[in-house]
């Protein structure tokens, strides 16, 4: 425990249980660990779901070698086929294995937001975590649930595997012409890029001041140093909502970029067509 | 100490020559300047002009001087390198003559930034880690414009200055190199970005939720963590086991995203010179989906 723990651990225990459920069960902690009613949920489903993929990837494939490593990395657990639509196949040839660990992935995922939830109920924290960490949950679920029903085949989802998913990202790129053309994929990368110029400027800016009172250097050295060399300092509420912003719209563009390939959009190329024919230089 | 107090006695003084974005207010500060020109200033600034003007000449010249195909084209006007059977030296203006100038100007004017930063943040009596950091983007530069095509002999590896032929560049240079998801380098970039992106989320989320406890005042928090921190710190130790602290974070945050620039470096330097085709180190690797490992005979099929 940490040394100011035990007080805030007295506070949580006597929080009121998650409202819309009405479970306060399962308060408890294992070493670090807060387990609660989701932490079990999370639990549960993760190990199904993990347990299966090693069992089928790592120790069931015919394809394995003796370097277990080699097998987690090259391994994979492939999308249902095309035939099987979006019907819940109980073939283990065709697809049930991705399927079953899709699900036990979803809700473990699900039920680690709500955890989250939970914990900064208890902290009386900001929801600011969950509502994060519910919009990388939205990608999983835009790629391999949203997609594929829009589409009409859960073989539209990506394979389970490290290099498999690779693999599948490759192809896919250029299924629709070809993703460079995509103008919200253009954009989700550039706030990607943007997250790592945002992360490195402000880690790299509060590592040049902390711990330098002693010679009087505190935050107004910092927005001196950026009107300096910017013009601008956004302030330290500012670059948490930068922060925040940056980090969600990529990825909430990315699921943008995603969900239209294939339903409205099927070239991306094409997709461009409009630009030579707008009225201001029909002429040329 | 004198010198010093002049120092930040002079910025104060220069804040009389601010001014207020007001749409701002209640988002984030809304002071504007004022900014500092320095000698180091002028010169990058001069040579990023510069090379803005050797780019947009290019495309002018190349719509033949019409400001509405200039437009209309820009997304796709580009100032390309010279042709291969000019390796590195100088070519004619047309044939990618332009190209050079441009990127050595914009060369010269980032080095030149990167110098105003640090002195900028030495007069300011902080650590020069921001310019550190920056150096690991100039890495990733200079690797993709300068290191990348001197290793391979000529300047027609690098990337025109375009917005499209950038997306072009990075397309064709991830196949002619074999495809980069197989590149164990690009790998690691790859990982170190979309872990930056997830970092930001995690601490920019973290603080706005104990924002009313201040803990976003982290040169304090840095000194003498309080309630908020505390609470924040609590969130992740309890949700996985692991938390960091208002000074670490900052160290995890710059750590993740130099491994992201610098593996994303050597991935380019790496490729050609040391592995021509990052399809073929995977199959000797054995890490391809569906292919036997290396040893039995269907590795065959994989190598090309």
Redesign the interface.
């Known amino acids: 425990m940490?040394s100011?723990?035990a007080k805030?651990r007295r506070e949580a225990m006597d929080a009121p249980g998650m409202p819309l459920l009405g479970l306060g069960l399962l308060k408890f902690?294992v070493?670090?660990?807060?387990i609660g009613f989701w932490g079990l949920v999370a639990l549960l489903f993760g190990l199904i779901g993990a347990g299966i993929w090693f069992w089928r990837v790592v120790i069931l494939d015919a394809?394995r070698?003796?370097?277990p490593l080699?097998n987690f990395?090259?391994?994979?657990i492939e999308a249902p086929s095309p035939d099987v639509g979006l019907s819940l196949t109980t073939d283990p040839s065709k697809g049930l294995w991705w399927l079953v660990v899709m699900f036990c992935a979803t809700v473990t995922f699900i039920a680690w937001m709500m955890?989250?939830a939970d914990?900064?109920r208890m902290?009386?924290?900001?929801?600011?975590?969950p509502?994060?960490?519910g919009?990388?949950v939205s990608a999983w679920v835009t790629i391999q649930i949203v997609r594929p029903i829009l589409l009409g085949h859960w073989s539209e989802g990506f394979?389970l595997?490290v290099?498999?998913h690779?693999?599948w990202?490759?192809v896919f790129g250029y299924r629709f012409f070809?993703f460079?053309?995509n103008p919200f994929h253009?954009l989700g990368i550039a706030l990607?890029?943007g997250?790592?110029l945002?992360?490195?400027?402000?880690?790299?800016?509060?590592?040049?001041?902390?711990?330098?009172?002693k010679?009087?250097?505190?935050?107004h050295?910092?927005?001196?140093?950026y009107?300096?060399?910017?013009?601008?300092?956004?302030?330290?509420?500012?670059?948490?909502?930068?922060?925040?912003?940056?980090?969600?719209m990529?990825?909430l563009l990315s699921n943008l970029c995603l969900v239209l390939s294939g339903t409205l959009v099927q070239d991306w190329s094409a997709f461009w067509n409009f630009?030579?024919k707008?009225p201001?230089?029909s002429g040329? | 100490m004198a010198s010093e107090i002049t120092r930040?006695e002079s910025?104060d003084w220069?804040?009389n020559r601010?001014f207020y974005l007001k749409f701002l207010e209640g988002?984030?500060?809304t002071?504007?300047?004022?900014?500092?020109v320095g000698v180091w200033?002028i010169f990058a600034l001069v040579f990023f002009a510069i090379t803005v003007f050797v780019i947009l000449f290019g495309y002018l010249q190349q719509v033949g001087y019409n400001p509405?195909?200039f437009?209309?084209e820009f997304?796709v006007l580009s100032v390309e390198p010279p042709p291969p059977s000019y390796g590195l030296k100088l070519a004619p203006l047309a044939e990618g003559g332009y190209w050079q100038i441009a990127t050595f100007f914009l060369t010269l004017s980032i080095v030149f930034w990167l110098i105003?930063?640090w002195s900028?943040?030495i007069?300011?009596?902080?650590?020069?880690?921001?310019p550190?950091?920056?150096s690991?983007?100039i890495f990733l530069y200079a690797a993709i414009y300068i290191i990348h095509p001197i290793s391979m002999g000529a300047w027609n590896e690098a990337p025109g200055h375009g917005l499209r032929a950038q997306?072009?560049w990075?397309?064709a240079f991830s196949i002619k190199y074999g495809?980069f998801?197989?590149n164990p380098f690009h790998?690691v970039s790859i990982f170190?970005?979309?872990g930056?992106?997830?970092?930001?989320?995690?601490?920019?989320?973290?603080?706005?939720?104990?924002?009313r406890l201040n803990a976003?005042?982290?040169?304090?928090e840095?000194?003498n963590s309080t309630e908020g921190t505390?609470?924040?710190?609590?969130?992740w130790?309890?949700?996985?086991?692991?938390?960091a602290t208002?000074?670490s974070?900052?160290?995890?945050?710059?750590a993740?995203?130099?491994v992201?620039?610098v593996a994303g470096a050597l991935g380019v330097i790496f490729s050609g010179p040391v592995e021509p085709d990052w399809f073929q180190w995977?199959c000797r690797?054995?890490?391809?989906?569906?292919?036997?490992?290396p040893g039995t005979t269907n590795v065959a099929a994989c190598l090309r």
């Open positions: 940490l100011f723990e805030y902690w070493g670090r660990f807060y394809t070698t003796g370097n080699i990395v090259r391994g994979q955890r989250q914990i900064s902290l009386k924290m900001g929801y600011q975590v509502i994060a960490f919009v990388a394979p595997g290099m498999a690779l693999d990202l490759s070809n460079y053309y253009a990607l890029f997250s790592g945002v992360l490195s400027l402000h880690g790299a800016t509060i590592l040049s001041a902390a711990g330098k009172k010679e009087g250097v505190t935050e050295n910092i927005n001196v140093f009107w300096d060399f910017l013009g601008y300092s956004i302030g330290e509420i500012g670059i948490h909502r930068l922060a925040f912003w940056t980090a969600l990529c990825v630009w030579n707008l201001f230089w040329f | 930040v910025a220069r804040i601010r988002l984030a500060d002071q504007i300047g004022p900014l500092y200033g509405i195909l437009v209309r997304p105003r930063i900028r943040a007069a300011n009596r902080l650590r020069p880690t921001v550190i950091v920056f690991a983007a997306l072009v990075a397309n495809n998801y197989y790998m170190g970005l979309l930056s992106c997830l970092l930001l989320a995690m601490h920019g989320a973290t603080i706005l939720a104990v924002t976003h005042r982290e040169i304090d840095a000194e505390h609470r924040a710190q609590l969130l130790r309890w949700v996985m086991g692991f938390n208002a000074t974070i900052h160290t995890w945050a710059i993740i995203a130099v992201s620039m995977a690797a054995g890490i391809v989906p569906g292919v036997i490992q």
